[in-house]
């Protein structure tokens, strides 16, 4: 059986629109619940936290009476960063940990992540399981006596906000330091700012007045031309850019230049494998990472293992190959030393204690490499129709581009697993034939999609 419902990174969908409908979380909350319930007299526990969306009344409502319905308790957490539902559900000791979010997406979509008692995503062959078990109607409902109980936890921001400050250097402060944080409007929008104020720094705010409907919304990391002139404007020394679930992090240096995940993979490889901390002989990047990264860390003798597109694959070989230092281009960056999934205000905090240590400008700190010319271009399609990459005008596209780009470059094509869009990636020493490439193959996906 293969996967229907969770996409790379959960379950996502437009609000209220199948899949992503009340009734949906209802038969989530149900299946995972009677799954994670492990056997024995002690009651189950399922921490649910969510973003800032209009939509996460509902999905938190219909999920928590999925597992109520099948005997779990459930602690609400409220508007808290994915990475936070993460150690949360490991310090509580419970069962299963829910994140409702569309991490960087428009307000309008929302999305389930499950979180495991060790605090890691689910596996593919849990979550099979699970729509196994929503398809086949497998969630016995509990006797009345055995129904579970649901409670608010009230103190969750400040365990994770002295969670989060608990990674940065012991003795070391943020003093001296002008800091714009940009929280997409999003689930960070309460801990960000005090955990940067409470080490020390001068915190700028912005993205932190959420109405429901204005995350991710020409902010946060896919967005981050207010940040910059945020930057400029304050004469701030660094900006932080994070994402609606703050699993991301995009930095801009004081002078307005874009750090992207990339940067801030070989900024920490490099201080790690300098303080013998890193592990694994190198990091763990996907198949979108630039080439630069990979030509740079093999100058210091270090390796990139590349995974599919996806925080959850980084992970999973991190676990297996034994590293501590991997992520994504697009932000997510996984520090196994300090936390289970992608988290960027902790990544964050680690760049900052190297721009303290080092006492240089962030420009200088955190740009480690010349990245070599990569354009990506996203092209959106029509669900439920003829697939665009199985026409034979696209194949031939693509197989003429590649033909082209075999001894200078690469060329990547992939779905998302997230939302119907193709995205359609080359790069290669020659800015100019990286730009064709991409326009030829969007040109044919166009005329099908």
């Not at 009344?57 to 308790?73: H, K, N, P, S, T």
């Not at 994402?243 to 930095?251: M, P, Q, T, V």
């Amino acid at each position: 059986m293969t996967r229907k419902l969770f996409g790379t990174d959960g379950i996502r969908g437009t609000a209220n629109t199948d899949p992503m409908t009340a009734e949906l979380a209802l038969a989530v909350g149900q299946a995972a619940g009677r799954l994670f319930q492990t056997g024995g007299q002690r009651r189950h526990r399922v921490v649910i936290g969510k973003d800032t969306r209009l939509s996460g009344y509902m999905i938190e409502a219909a999920l928590q009476a999925g597992f109520v319905a099948v005997g779990m308790d459930v602690m609400l957490v409220g508007p808290m960063p994915t990475p936070a539902v993460a150690m949360l559900t490991r310090s509580l000791r419970a069962d299963l940990g829910v994140m409702i979010s569309a991490s960087h997406n428009p307000f309008e979509d929302n999305g389930i992540k499950l979180f495991g008692p060790d605090g890691y995503k689910l596996s593919d062959e849990v979550e099979i399981e699970i729509e196994r078990r929503i398809g086949r109607g497998e969630a016995p409902r509990a006797e009345p006596k055995a129904l579970g109980r649901a409670q608010r936890l009230e103190d969750a921001a400040g365990r994770y906000i002295e969670f989060a400050k608990a990674t940065f250097p012991r003795g070391m402060t943020l003093d001296g330091l002008k800091i714009v944080v940009d929280c997409a409007h999003g689930a960070a929008y309460k801990v960000a700012p005090t955990v940067l104020w409470e080490l020390g720094a001068e915190v700028v705010p912005i993205g932190v007045s959420p109405d429901g409907f204005n995350i991710n919304r020409e902010c946060g990391s896919t967005h981050v031309k207010a940040l910059r002139q945020a930057v400029l404007q304050h004469d701030a020394h660094i900006g932080i850019a994070l994402d609606g679930d703050a699993d991301r992090l995009i930095l801009i240096d004081e002078a307005g230049q874009v750090v992207d995940g990339d940067q801030l993979m070989a900024v920490v490889a490099e201080h790690f494998h300098r303080t013998a901390q890193l592990r694994g002989g190198g990091i763990v990047a996907t198949v979108m990472s630039n080439l630069g990264l990979e030509r740079h860390l093999g100058r210091l003798g270090l390796g990139l293992a590349r995974t599919a597109v996806g925080d959850r694959y980084v992970v999973e070989h991190m676990r297996e190959k034994g590293f501590n230092v991997g992520g994504e281009q697009s932000g997510h960056i996984i520090l196994s030393d300090f936390a289970t999934t992608g988290d960027g205000l902790i990544a964050a905090l680690q760049v900052l204690a190297m721009v303290v240590e080092a006492g240089r400008p962030a420009s200088e700190v955190c740009r480690r490499f010349q990245p070599l010319p990569q354009v990506l271009r996203n092209v959106r399609f029509t669900a439920g129709g003829h697939h665009p990459l199985e026409d034979g005008g696209v194949k031939a596209a693509i197989a003429a581009v590649e033909d082209r780009l075999r001894l200078s470059g690469r060329l990547l094509i992939r779905k998302s697993g997230t939302e119907p869009v193709i995205r359609v990636m080359a790069e290669g020493e020659d800015q100019s034939l990286v730009e064709a490439s991409v326009a030829e193959v969007v040109e044919a996906l166009e005329r099908v999609a």
